[in-house]
Nanobody, 126 residues
Framework: QVQLVESGGALVQAGESLRLSCVVSGGTFRPSVLGWFRQTPGKEREFVAALRWTDATTDYLDSVNGRFTISWDNAKNTMYLQMNNLEPEDTADYYC???????????????????WGLGTQVTVSS
């Protein structure tokens, strides 16, 4: 069973940066497609970014494109989300997710991701 553990959430001011981490462990084979989602109370979980680490293909939500960068460290089995120039609208619980090991297309649908972490909270004050 694949396990995901996020860290790095914090309270920051608008314009500052944060880096979220997601350690991937377990499972016989490493999932090739990983993603970050976020959620605020009363709203559906929202796609933020995704990565297929085998060929470094990425996809971003329009509102974070150019500010956020998703990456993968193969040696550490860790995915990162570097978030720059944070805005109050970025405030949310952030979750990392992984598709099943046999699934290779990148997708923005949360329903396509099989494994989830417990989340890390990001708060951006104005």
């Amino acid at each position: 069973q694949v396990q995901l553990v996020e860290s790095g959430g914090a309270l920051v001011q608008a314009g500052e940066s944060l880096r979220l981490s997601c350690v991937v462990s377990g499972g016989t084979f490493r999932p090739s497609v990983l993603g970050w989602f976020r959620q605020t109370p009363g709203k559906e979980r929202e796609f933020v970014a995704a990565l297929r680490w085998t060929d470094a293909t990425t996809d971003y939500l329009d509102s974070v494109n150019g500010r956020f960068t998703i990456s993968w460290d193969n040696a550490k089995n860790t995915m990162y989300l570097q978030m720059n120039n944070l805005e109050p609208e970025d405030t949310a619980d952030y979750y990392c997710a992984a598709r099943s090991t046999g699934s290779t297309p990148i997708t923005r649908s949360s329903l396509a991701y099989k494994f989830w972490g417990l989340g890390t909270q990001v708060t951006v004050s104005s």
